[in-house]
Nanobody, 115 residues
Framework: QVQVVESGGGLVQVGGSLRLSCTASGIMFSSSRMGWYRQASGKQRELVADISSGGSTNYADSVKGRFTISRDNAKNTVYLQMNSLKPEDTAVYYC?????????WGQGTQVTVSS
């Protein structure tokens, strides 16, 4: 059974930092493409960043230069380091694992940036 579990969300002030973690089990993590998505209240879910099995990364324009995605295959974990946070980064952040033609989502973790 595949499980994807996020952690690390919380409340932070404008300009602060948070690191999200996502750990997967029950699947060949090293062969998976991992992504972080977010969904703000009343808006559609959007891609924040993703990382291929080979380590290539892709970022939304809104987070380039502020967020960094990385992975540790030995720990079956992907991270999202978020710096210089803005109120518009407030959202539920979801981790997505993609392998071949299947995708698995975590339950989400809330990030709130207060001014």
């Amino acid at each position: 059974q595949v499980q994807v579990v996020e952690s690390g969300g919380g409340l932070v002030q404008v300009g602060g930092s948070l690191r999200l973690s996502c750990t997967a089990s029950g699947i060949m993590f090293s062969s998976s493409r991992m992504g972080w998505y977010r969904q703000a209240s009343g808006k559609q879910r959007e891609l924040v960043a993703d990382i291929s099995s080979g380590g290539s990364t892709n970022y939304a324009d809104s987070v380039k230069g502020r967020f960094t995605i990385s992975r540790d295959n030995a720990k079956n974990t992907v991270y999202l380091q978020m710096n210089s946070l803005k109120p518009e980064d407030t959202a539920v952040y979801y981790c997505r694992l993609q392998i071949l033609y299947s995708a698995y989502w975590g339950q989400g973790t809330q990030v709130t940036v207060s001014s």
